[in-house]
């Protein structure tokens, strides 16, 4: 597996069409592979936006080829504004009683009469959060009488699919925790958690703690 990061240019028109349309930045994500979609298996990404600078993290099976998001809404002579690198190192080094920072963007959601609403307030999708977690293979730490953990960057993105608007609830969580069951986390870190994988959202990302929360 591979974990890449693209440092995405949000005054180019093309990185101006990437932030703006999580379908325009699908398709661009997907067009960094050239396997048949079986093939290619299930591709996570995620757009951080940390003080001035924009990042894409993508989490993928096949090596990618991001020569064209580069092109287009990066910046191309910079080399050091976009990186591919083996995930496999991390993933297989996870054990449980680890401490780690994580960042997660995700859709928090509920099912009701058989229909899925988003959770819009901030305390809501932290309990959406913490209650799945578990599953997820990690527990959320405590702090002083609360999770340590920090809900942002909340916001609901509309756009138009097949003739319908499709409406997405959108929650940052950044926070520590402690690995409870590694073969979980590592499914969980390959594969997304949540609905809404193909449009930003359930990549989930570690760091070492004295890192903070830059993914390797």
């Known amino acids: ?18 932030l703006g349309s999580p379908q325009a930045m699908h398709a661009a ?9 079986e093939e290619r298996g299930r591709v996570l990404w995620r757009v951080d936006r940390d003080g001035p600078r ?11 080829d991001f020569a064209h998001v580069v092109e287009q809404a990066g910046w191309p002579t ?7 690198r ?21 859709n928090p959601t509920r099912t009701s009469g058989g229909k899925r609403y988003g959770h819009v ?13 578990a599953g997820w293979g990690f527990a959320v730490r405590g702090g002083t009488g609360a999770p340590d953990v920090v809900v942002h960057d909340r ?38 958690v949540g609905p809404a994988k193909g449009y930003g959202c359930g990549l989930l990302t570690l760091a070492p703690v004295t890192d903070q929360l830059s993914p390797r």
């Open 78 to 84: 910079t080399q050091s504004t976009w990186a591919v």
């Open 155 to 192: 916001r609901v993105d509309r756009f138009q699919r097949s003739g319908r608007t499709v409406t997405i609830a959108k929650a940052t969580f950044d926070g520590l925790m402690t690995v409870a069951d590694a073969d979980a986390l590592r499914s969980a870190l390959a594969h997304g």
């Open 86 to 106: 083996p995930y496999g190192a991390l993933l297989g080094r996870l054990e449980a009683g680890q401490t780690w920072a994580f960042r997660l963007t995700a």
């Open 29 to 37: 994500v997907l067009a960094a592979f050239p396997q048949a979609d």
């Open 121 to 133: 307030t901030a305390a809501q999708q932290q309990e959406w959060l913490l209650s799945r977690a």
């Open 1 to 18: 597996m591979y974990l890449s990061r693209i440092q995405i240019n949000p005054v180019r028109r093309g990185g101006r069409k990437l």
């Open 54 to 64: 924009t990042w894409l993290y993508v989490v993928s099976g096949p090596e990618p």
